[in-house]
């Protein structure tokens, strides 16, 4: 079964500290794996994706994440926090073709001035 | 510009109360889909289309029908809501690579319901 989780429901860091959101997942397929910020009140938009190329992926706006496969593991990173990365931050696995996609439940980033 | 267009963005109804949430898009896509998501349970999917007059149930499809009659919409409907079905719903879609699980979907604006 496919399955994502993402491990804390809230992260708090100060502005100019490094941001870890952490994400697992399951899959008996070959994943695609996405990384999608929310801020309030708006839409969806991709940070970054891995599709079984590079293992390490750079994102938009300084975020990267690494697919360790042995770890089942996509964590989401960036090296210094900015008041405008406060948001919602989403870990989604797609297989099938991309026609399955599951969400994690999400992890809001709060930063502190 | 390349987009999905989703209306109306908010609605209050009533229980019972037939409704429709278009969704559109402008960029050929073949693949489309529906979603709702509710506090601490992310975004689940409810229904999504392959290509026109092909759809199938995501994780959460009762009490939603949809239809894809044209490649650019897909409309989901609300035969009879009831208020467990308040929620924030987007639409999206994308272009999957033959086999392959990359394309990136693009989003909607959302539409906020409220079922009284």
């Known amino acids: 079964a496919q399955s994502v989780t993402q491990l804390d429901s809230h992260v708090s860091v100060s502005e100019g500290t490094p941001v870890l959101l952490r994400c697992n997942y399951s899959s008996s397929y070959s994943p695609s794996l996405f990384w999608y910020v929310q801020h309030p009140n708006k839409g969806l938009q991709l940070l970054l994706k891995?599709?079984?190329?590079?293992?390490l992926v750079k994102g938009i706006n300084g975020f990267e994440a690494e697919f360790k496969k042995s770890e089942t593991s996509f964590h989401l990173t960036k090296p210094s926090a900015h008041m405008s990365d406060a948001a919602e931050y989403f870990c989604?696995?797609?297989?099938?073709?991309?026609?399955?996609?599951?969400f994690g439940a999400g992890t809001r980033l709060f930063v502190k001035a | 510009e390349a987009q999905v267009t989703q209306n109306p963005r908010y609605l209050i109804t009533v229980t019972g109360k037939k409704l429709t949430v278009t969704c559109s898009q402008n960029?050929?896509?073949?693949?489309m889909s529906w979603y709702r998501q509710d506090p601490g349970l992310g975004l689940r999917q409810i229904y999504y289309?392959?290509?026109?007059?092909?759809?199938d149930k995501g994780d959460v499809p009762e009490g939603y029908k949809v239809s894809r009659k044209e490649k650019r919409n897909f409309p989901l409907i609300l035969e009879s809501p009831s208020p467990n079905q308040t929620s924030l719903y987007f639409c999206?879609?994308?272009?999957?690579?033959?086999?392959?699980?990359?394309?990136?979907?693009?989003f909607g604006p959302g539409t906020r319901l409220t079922v009284l």
């Open positions: 960029m050929n896509h073949e693949y």
């Open positions: 989604v696995v797609s297989w099938a073709g991309g026609f399955k996609t599951i």
């Open positions: 289309s392959m290509n026109v007059e092909v759809t």
């Open positions: 891995y599709t079984s190329a590079a293992t």
């Open positions: 999206a879609s994308s272009s999957p690579a033959s086999g392959r699980a990359e394309d990136t979907q693009y």
